[in-house]
């Protein structure tokens, strides 16, 4: 642009920087241009980029050229590629293949559907529910990108030798730009209280005992939060540790809820894991699942520093913010705790916390494992 006009046009705001394409990025949009072509004829090519071949795409990206003129040159070089034998006809036998591959989604879908419209609303206060249904979902994206970040490794081994935590649900480790990072995320629904605290604490993370560059609170914010939590916690996270809070909105949440019951269950329903990863891999946007949920992305985009407005919880005279929420308990019986990490009130209604005992967490070390 001339000079002129690009001053003017950036007094309204930073422009983008659009890189021309590269081998990846060439080879990249061909797949994805050729998808849909084939989808809608019922076929399944050998490769994503049947028919061009690979490394010639590669060879062309190191050219740098524009995403233009790469369509222009698959048009103009189509023919070339194509063997003498009819596509359609050799392709044939490969139509039963995509049908029955439908019809596998169609079965996810259904599962799909009866799990999320059986979810109680009991859910909502359920940290640890919610947090497996998070882990499960960020491992699907293992080796992609979303929101300018390369997933690594996500895994809810969060502490620096190796072990679990009650309060931080997991960490997710990639690479932004250049940047490697760690995000840990903590789901904390808990309404105050010591359990509140303590995972503040875990994303803080000042003793580096997790190894996080930047903390992540999952909460909704529809709930409210005491001043002092707001002082000593949310702000510091937010402006001295370069953190963020991510606001917990059912819908979204549901989705993947939904979705990590079908894998629980996934024997009961009659379907592999191939299935459901696939499923999830090629939903529907509007499904809320993988790179087109809204919860995903937020997570790992880059933290806006702005500490969101809250609803102020009403402060107890000559009360401790972080005291165990009252909660009645049988006399006969004493819940014994550690002074760093006491037992909250949803504690008492989840159950112990024993970081082995669920079968959830079974499912996701094994899939950890084979990731």
Same mark, same amino acid.
């Given at each position: ?27 990249? &949009?061909? %797949?994805? $241009? /050729? !998808? +849909? ?103 699907? &994206?293992? %080796?992609? $990108? /979303? !929101? +300018? ?105 549901? %989705? ?116």
């Amino acid at each position: 642009l001339p000079k002129s006009v690009l001053e003017r046009m950036a007094a309204h705001g930073k422009p983008y920087e659009l890189d021309y394409m590269d081998s990846k990025a060439v080879v990249e &949009l061909v %797949s994805f $241009s /050729l !998808e +849909g072509f084939y989808r809608s004829k019922g076929i399944i090519p050998p490769d994503t980029v049947y028919p061009f071949e690979k490394n010639t795409l590669e060879e062309l990206g190191r050219e740098r050229p524009t995403a233009r003129q790469v369509l222009e040159w698959c048009k103009q070089n189509f023919d070339s590629f194509i063997p003498n034998k009819d596509f359609q006809h050799q392709h044939q036998p490969l139509q039963e293949e995509y049908e029955t591959l439908e019809k596998e989604m169609v079965k996810v879908k259904d599962a799909f559907d009866l799990e999320k419209g059986s979810i109680m609303d009991s859910f909502w206060e359920q940290n640890k529910q919610i947090g497996n249904a998070l882990l499960f979902s960020f491992q699907r &994206l293992i %080796s992609q $990108s /979303l !929101e +300018g970040v390369e997933v690594f490794e996500v895994t809810d081994r969060v502490k620096v030798r190796g072990g679990k935590d009650p309060y931080l649900n997991f960490k997710i480790i990639g690479k932004d730009n250049e940047s490697d990072i760690c995000i840990g995320v903590a789901v904390l629904q808990d309404d105050g209280g010591r359990g509140l605290g303590a995972g503040f604490k875990r994303l803080l993370d000042k003793r580096g005992e997790f190894n996080i560059t930047r903390g992540c609170l999952v909460r909704s914010q529809e709930k409210p939060l005491n001043r002092y939590f707001r002082d000593n916690y949310l702000e510091p996270l937010i402006h001295a540790q370069g953190g963020e809070w991510v606001d917990l909105i059912s819908e979204d949440i549901r %989705s993947l809820i939904a979705i990590w019951n079908v894998y629980r269950k996934r024997d009961e329903y009659e379907l592999t894991e191939d299935q459901i990863f696939e499923f999830i891999k090629n939903a529907d946007p509007e499904l809320l699942l993988g790179i087109h949920s809204p919860l995903l992305q937020e997570i790992l985009s880059a933290p806006t520093h702005q500490v969101p407005d809250t609803i102020d919880e009403p402060e107890l005279e000559n009360s401790d913010p972080e005291a165990p929420l009252e909660q009645p308990v049988d006399s006969s019986s004493k819940v014994i705790t550690s002074e760093d990490d006491p037992v909250t009130e949803l504690d008492l209604l989840e159950g112990p916390r024993d970081e082995e005992s669920s079968e959830g967490d079974d499912d996701l070390t094994e899939l950890a494992k084979d990731d």
